[in-house]
C-alpha cells in the first residue's frame, strides 16, 4: 500500500520515516522497492526482536485466537505501560488519565484486524532472516531509540544501525515510545 501510495502521488525517491509498526513497513519498502526510497528513518522499530517482545506479541495473537471481544481497557493498559515512562505511571494520573481517554476513544479493535496484526507483528519479530538484510540495505538511513523502550531497546537498535552500511545511530535518552 504504501508503494502504491508513493507510486500514485509520483513522490519516488522519497524520504520515508517510520515509527513503530510504521518502521517495520518503511524498513520492507526500502528492500523490496529501493527506487521509491532515498533516505529512511526508522524510530523505536528495529532490531532483533527481544525475548520480551517476542513473548508480548505470542500473548497477543493466543488473546486475539480465544476471543473476539473488544477489551479495551486491557488495551488501554497495554499501550500505556508500552508507551510511557515508569516515573509518568507512578506520579503522573492526569497524563495517564489522558492517554486512557485517548486510548478508550476510538472504536473497539476486533478481528479479523486484530489477529491479523499481531500475528504479523509476531511473524516479523520470529524472523531471523530479516536481520540479515541489514547489511544490504543501501539507502541513508537513521536509526533511532528511546532509552526506555522495552519492545525496541536501544541495544537491539544500535546492533541493526552498526549492521547496516550508510546508518547513522541515535538514543532519545530518558523517554518511552
Known sequence: D?????????LGPCRVVGYSLG????????????ELVHEVVLMAS??????????WNAAEVEVATATDLSLRD????????????????????????????MFSAG???SNPGRLGQWTADLGW??????????????????V???????????????GAGAAMLNATYADIDGQAP
Open 107 to 109: 472504536e473497539p479493535w
Open 144 to 158: 533511532l531509540a528511546f532509552e526506555q523502550d522495552i519492545l525496541w531497546p536501544p541495544r537491539a537498535a544500535r
Open 74 to 101: 486491557r488495551a488501554a493498559r497495554d499501550l500505556l505501560f508500552m508507551l510511557l515512562p515508569v516515573a509518568t505511571l507512578q506520579n503522573d494520573d492526569a497524563t495517564v488519565n489522558a492517554f486512557r481517554a
Open 46 to 55: 528495529v532490531g532483533p526482536a527481544s525475548a520480551f517482545v517476542r513473548a
Open 23 to 34: 518502521g517495520f513497513i518503511a524498513e520492507e519498502l526500502s528492500y523490496t522497492r529501493p
Open 2 to 10: 504504501t508503494a502504491g501510495l508513493i507510486d500514485a502521488l509520483h
Open 125 to 142: 519479530g520470529d524472523d531471523e532472516t530479516r536481520t540479515e538484510r541489514w547489511s544490504r540495505l543501501r539507502q541513508r538511513c537513521s
